[in-house]
């Protein structure tokens, strides 16, 4: 089975634009979540979503959102980005919410915002 | 406020020694306790995990230690080897969102 696939792997951007970031996750896996990983703060939970509804959310600005496709692809945007937002972005698919998940990690995306 | 507090934040052990990485949470709720090893350039992996109800569970050199009633558990890597050197994380879970402890860089000197 395909891991976790997430696009671009690496991003530039200037202060002030927005981004979007893909991630296609295990076949069959319907629940995607991203984090943000920065050094000294580990990983901190953005949201999940399952089934095309987002079900969690961390505490993260409104410029900060995602979506869910019928085929469980997911994606993030951010806009109006700033220095602050440089980290990698990683995205992890569960099987089923309903049960103890195992995520399973992509290789994330780093962004850099200059 | 974090969920899940790790230490050390970094950690060196001579090729064969034992590495001991500490978590602690204080959410009654959480019912699993992943580990996740991650390498420079690639996503965490999950490592090991274990649920409430047990006490200890080892998988080849790697073993965690829970202590439901201290809200601590520990992950040691018996006769560490410069292969392990990676960041560590721990986490803790409810349903399906997981709180991750900040993280630990573990360097096996050979």
């Known amino acids: 089975k395909a891991g976790v696939t997430q696009t671009p792997r690496y991003l530039i951007k200037t202060r002030g634009q927005q981004v979007t970031l893909s991630c296609s996750p295990i076949?069959?896996?319907?629940?995607v979540s991203w984090y943000q990983q920065t050094p000294g703060q580990g990983l901190q939970f953005l949201f999940e979503y399952f089934s095309e509804t987002q079900r969690n959310k961390g505490n993260f600005p409104g410029r900060f959102s995602g979506r869910q496709f019928s085929n469980s692809r997911s994606e993030m945007n951010v806009s109006t980005l700033e220095l602050g937002d440089s980290a990698l972005y990683l995205c992890?698919?569960?099987?089923?919410?309903?049960?103890?998940?195992?995520?399973?990690f992509g290789p994330g995306t780093r962004l850099t915002v200059l | 406020q974090q969920q899940v507090k790790q230490s050390p934040q970094s950690l060196i052990v001579q090729k064969g020694g034992i590495s001991i990485i500490n978590c602690a949470y204080e959410?009654?709720?959480?019912?699993?306790f992943p580990w996740y090893q991650q390498f420079p350039g690639k996503g965490p992996a999950l490592l090991i995990a274990i649920r409430p109800d047990v006490s200890e569970k080892k998988e080849g050199r790697f073993t965690i230690s829970f202590n439901k009633s201290a809200k601590q558990f520990s992950l040691h890597i018996m006769d560490s080897q410069p292969g392990d050197s990676a960041t560590y994380f721990c986490?803790?879970?409810?349903?399906?969102?997981?709180?991750f402890g900040t993280g630990t860089s573990l360097t096996v000197i050979p």
């Open positions: 959410n009654t709720a959480f019912d699993y």
């Open positions: 076949s069959g896996h319907r629940s």
């Open positions: 986490a803790a879970s409810t349903g399906n969102q997981f709180y």
């Open positions: 992890a698919s569960s099987p089923d919410t309903r049960s103890y998940n195992e995520q399973f």
